[in-house]
């Protein structure tokens, strides 16, 4: 019977708890994709990723790029469903490319031409991908812009001159491989 008695409140205090649900509202006109969606006092909160700009230590522009974990597993590696003409780095000049397929600091690039692997059936095997990429080949710099990956390829001349300026406002991503 005491059992029962210490039970009551607790059944009558889960009882007047309820899960609330607020109901998101998107904006008109706002593309949503690739957005992150938080909260922030209780109303929703969308923050667009920043768009980033990289250098490479060769000519592998027209490469596919895999990502490697430190102990040398693959990391990232796109489908060649997601590879188009869009895919392809834009040349913002000096050495520099928007980078338009999610290439990281520690990315290393293909034999692979973005033509060629967009024409390919499946996802090569992790033995595959990893055979195809060319030695040495690396990311040698990288900066985050400060424009969205939406906005960035309609701001060219903005990116080229905070490339250009000795920008110490800008987020350093990672200069690797000294």
């Known amino acids: 019977m005491k059992k029962i008695l210490f039970a009551i409140p607790l059944l009558l205090a889960a009882g007047a708890c309820s899960h609330k649900t607020e109901k998101m509202e998107y904006t008109q006109g ?6 992150a969606i938080g909260w922030r006092d209780s109303k929703p909160v969308n ?11 060769g000519d592998y522009a027209n490469n596919v ?11 990232y590696f796109p489908d060649p469903s997601d590879i188009s003409a869009n895919s ?3 040349e913002i ?23 060629e692997y967009s024409k390919l059936k499946t996802v090569p095997s992790i033995a ?20 969205t990956i939406s906005e ?5 001349d903005s990116i080229r001159a905070y490339l250009s300026s000795d920008n110490t406002t800008g987020v350093y ?6």
């Open 30 to 35: 706002v593309t949503h994709i690739g957005s």
């Open 173 to 178: 991503l990672q200069q690797v491989h000294k």
């Open 65 to 75: 790029a895999i990502t490697l974990n430190p102990d040398g597993s693959l990391a």
């Open 152 to 156: 960035a390829p309609q701001n060219l």
């Open 93 to 115: 000049g000096n050495g520099w490319w928007l980078n338009r397929q999610g290439i990281s600091a520690k990315s290393v690039f293909t034999k692979y031409t973005f033509a």
């Open 88 to 90: 392809s780095p834009l």
């Open 47 to 57: 923050v667009m990723p920043k768009a980033s700009a990289f250098r490479m230590n």
């Open 128 to 147: 595959e991908l990893k055979a195809s990429v060319i030695p040495g080949s690396r990311v040698s710099n990288m900066r985050e812009l400060p424009f």
